[in-house]
Nanobody, 120 residues
């Protein structure tokens, strides 16, 4: 399984970015994790093929995850960005069912990471 992520970049605080990630096959869950400088990797958001989504508390109300099942692609719309959102964002996918889509251990396939930098 191959993942191709895109959409990172540099933006000012309060701005927006949209990340996308395309998988080479069908998936059950698709999502994003991130790792900021000097921080542990953390869950951001994930969505199942049925449309059920989960978000980290830190991004609720600012980020929106969506997917196009026909294209095997997941999107992360990031609005009202803050400097603390600065991180490398990793796309993840899971092919089979899992009850907890926010746990990193449930994802076998990880993308290469895309840098998001939010300036103050």
């Amino acid at each position: 399984v191959q993942l191709q992520a895109s959409g990172g970049g540099l933006v000012q605080a309060g701005g927006s970015l949209r990340l996308s990630c395309a998988a080479s096959g069908r998936t059950y869950a698709m999502g994003w994790f991130r790792q900021g400088p000097g921080k542990e990797r953390e869950f951001v958001a994930a969505i199942t093929s049925g449309g059920s989504a989960d978000y980290a508390d830190s991004v609720k109300g600012r980020f929106t995850i969506a997917r196009d099942n026909a294209k095997n692609t997941v999107y992360l719309q990031m609005d009202s960005l803050k400097p603390e959102d600065t991180a490398v964002y990793y796309c993840v996918i899971r092919i089979s069912y899992a009850s907890a889509i926010s746990l990193s251990d449930n994802y076998k396939y990880w993308g290469q990471g895309t840098q998001v930098t939010v300036s103050s």
